[in-house]
């Protein structure tokens, strides 16, 4: 029985979502579990799993098309039905037109001259717009010809190597010849037209935005629109208070090179970090809340997020029920997690819960630093790098490997006893590192 494929409401977060491609074309058959078409939220592309094995009878949006949650954008049936989808949406109160491919948007990915679909990860296409260039100028070498990241940036520097050995032609400038911030001379025959030097010097009309003249204007991505948003109303709206300590972390570093040695997967000391905010909200459950306005939701598993920088922008995936996980197995989420972030492949349900966001910028050298809360939990961890210092114990000077830790705090949520509480039973499991095994 034909049935429509409708935007899923977990799939956007929000109210409206960027039909960014299909992935499946008309006529073609499909199971269970396979992904059908791509949706770009504000926080990453989400690729829509069949639910029923099915034939894509059509579909009603082109690629480029910003879509509402829960509108109907392909029409899914049986290989009988194929010869009466007209018919069949009207019948489900679906208007019958089918879009042109003259009538799809600029931003719809490009189709290769002969027809033949050209398969692209949803990052790859979003680098290769932002480029200026389109899937048929990029030879794919994933799975089955799909173009991938590295295929992108492999075209964009052979693209940028051309443009700076060319310089200008006759008859016009070409496009790498000027660069915002500078000039290059230009010799007068190189000029194809003096409408060319009239345009640069015209004034700039009342009212418009100034044109930096040691730079240039970057346009925003909807990634990168959410994240300020959010981020803006989280400073504003959050009341937040901060605690600060600093953690012995030897013994944490001498058990990480014994696991490391037998483990399965590398781990990592912000793994390690990850495993003591288990084991601090476990032992400190008031802590593990979020504020909901008219009250307080109280988790009973410890759900955290880990802030991870990719190419489209910061997110921080949440690890599920980490009190119940090995260092190994956080580290292999954590890579995995990483590696669909850079594709632009993270789900809006790897986005979704958790109480608090461990955000480490110690592999950067950075010492400490405060972060703000990601709403709508009620902390963050600021971790920085570890070093070492003169440390006075028991009226002697050594020298140990300290790390300073930040906690940002929604005071709604969390009193400062109470963070208090939770801080120091963060540190008792970093300098007591077994208690992260047992």
Not at 93 to 107: F, I, L, N, Q, R
Not at 286 to 294: L, Y
């Amino acid at each position: 029985m034909a049935t429509l494929l409708r935007v899923p409401e977990v799939a956007t977060g929000s109210t409206s979502a960027l039909l960014t491609e299909w992935l499946v074309a008309e006529n073609a058959r499909f199971a269970v579990g396979d992904p059908l078409v791509v949706l770009e939220t504000d926080k990453a592309a989400v690729e829509v799993e069949a639910e029923v094995d099915a034939v894509l009878l059509r579909a009603l949006v082109p690629g480029g098309t910003n879509v509402e949650a829960g509108s109907p954008i392909a029409l899914l049936g049986s290989e009988a039905e194929a010869g009466d989808v007209d018919k069949l949406l009207a019948e489900l109160g679906v208007g019958a037109a089918k879009p042109t491919k003259d009538a799809e948007p600029e931003s719809a990915p490009a189709k290769p001259a002969q027809g033949a679909r050209i398969f692209a990860s949803p990052l790859a296409r979003k680098l290769l717009k932002e480029a200026g260039m389109t899937p048929d100028q990029v030879t794919g070498t994933g799975p089955g010809g799909r173009i991938v990241r590295r295929d992108v940036d492999k075209a964009i520097e052979a693209k940028s190597a051309g443009l700076k050995s060319g310089g200008l032609k006759s008859g016009g400038l070409k496009s790498g010849g000027l660069k915002s911030g500078g000039h290059k001379s230009v010799e007068p025959e190189s000029v194809a037209s003096s409408s060319v030097v009239r345009n640069s010097v015209e004034p700039r009309p009342v009212g418009s935005k100034p044109v930096p003249s040691h730079g240039e204007e970057v346009p925003l991505t909807r990634m990168r629109r959410a994240i300020a948003r959010r981020l803006t109303e989280s400073k504003r709206d959050i009341p937040h208070f901060y605690l600060r300590r600093t953690a012995r972390i030897d013994a944490l570093l001498a058990l990480r090179k014994q696991l490391n040695e037998v483990a399965p997967e590398k781990i990592s000391v912000n793994d390690l970090v990850v495993c003591a905010v288990g084991v601090a909200h476990t032992q400190v459950p008031d802590a593990n809340v979020i504020w909901t306005g008219d009250g307080m939701t109280r988790y009973s598993t410890v759900d955290v997020g880990v802030a991870v920088a990719s190419s489209p922008g910061l997110v921080t995936p949440v690890l599920r029920g980490v009190e119940r996980s090995s260092p190994s197995a956080i580290s292999r989420q954590v890579k995995e997690f990483a590696r669909q972030a850079d594709e632009g492949k993270l789900r809006q349900a790897d986005l979704e819960g958790g109480t608090i966001t461990v955000s480490n910028l110690g592999m950067y050298g950075v010492d400490e630093f405060s972060a703000i809360i990601n709403p709508p939990q009620s902390t963050i961890l600021a971790v920085g790098a570890g070093r070492q210092a003169p440390v006075v114990v028991d009226g002697e000077v050594r020298v140990e490997t300290q790390m300073t830790l930040t906690l940002s705090v929604d005071h709604r949520a969390i009193d400062g006893a109470l963070a208090a509480q939770w801080m120091a039973a963060l540190v008792t499991a970093l300098e007591e590192p077994l208690r992260l095994v047992a």
